[in-house]
């Protein structure tokens, strides 16, 4: 009875320096040991297993003058698309008034993928100011698009304004770039010549 008492007063100590040596650890991940429920009052970003403390996410440890241990994020999420914000998207499928595309990232975070799953959407009464008659003169398949986000729930988008548009297109013949020369597109491969409503920072310029 009495080395059992010892074998687990020691493995209480044990866990108390593992503790105290993970509070200067500056970045830990989930699953790690903070240490004890004897030692810690629990916060932000850790759970409580059977008395043990463990992080719950990745980030710094912190413990306040009161002994509550909490673990901050320092891994970015990925940003969500909001209302007002311009996206990079690509044009996936055509519908009779519908443009579907897959939204890449922000415009200016090009470097983060956003954290969406569904397709947006530009409804043809959102291309451009003014009658759009086949929005097949507006968008190709697989062309990159700057649009402006109106409604973040539903993924509504809308290229309406001039800067806004197709900034890279895919001849629908050969799939080769298209430069642009005035108001129309021209493949570098093929001289086909087609329409798109153009961002006015087209990448590509003849």
């Avoid at 940003?79 to 200016?108: H, M, T």
Wanted: hydrophobic share 40%.
């Amino acid at each position: 009875m009495k080395r059992e008492r010892g074998i687990r007063k020691w493995e209480r100590k044990e866990k108390q320096v593992k503790g105290m040596a993970v509070e200067n650890k500056k970045i830990v991940v989930p699953g790690d040991f903070l240490g004890t429920t004897e030692e810690f009052t629990l916060g932000a970003g850790v759970y409580d297993e059977k008395g043990n403390i463990y992080a719950a996410l990745t980030g710094e440890v912190r413990v306040s003058r009161r002994r509550e241990i909490e673990v901050v994020p320092v891994v970015e999420t990925p940003p969500l698309p909001r209302e007002g914000d311009i996206v990079i998207c690509r044009v996936e499928d055509l519908k009779d008034s519908l443009v579907v595309v897959s939204i890449a990232c922000l415009w200016g975070r090009e470097d983060r993928s956003v954290a969406v799953s569904l397709p947006g959407v530009i409804h043809i009464s959102n291309i451009k100011r003014g009658f759009v008659k086949d929005l097949r003169h507006e968008f190709g398949i697989l062309d990159l698009v700057k649009a402006r986000v109106i409604d973040a729930k539903a993924l509504r988008l809308s290229t309406a304004e001039p800067e806004l548009g197709v900034i890279k297109a895919c001849c629908s013949a050969c799939r080769g770039d298209m430069l642009r020369r005035g108001n129309v597109l021209v493949c570098e491969n093929c001289n086909r010549i087609e329409l798109r409503k153009i961002a006015s920072d087209y990448m590509r310029v003849a």
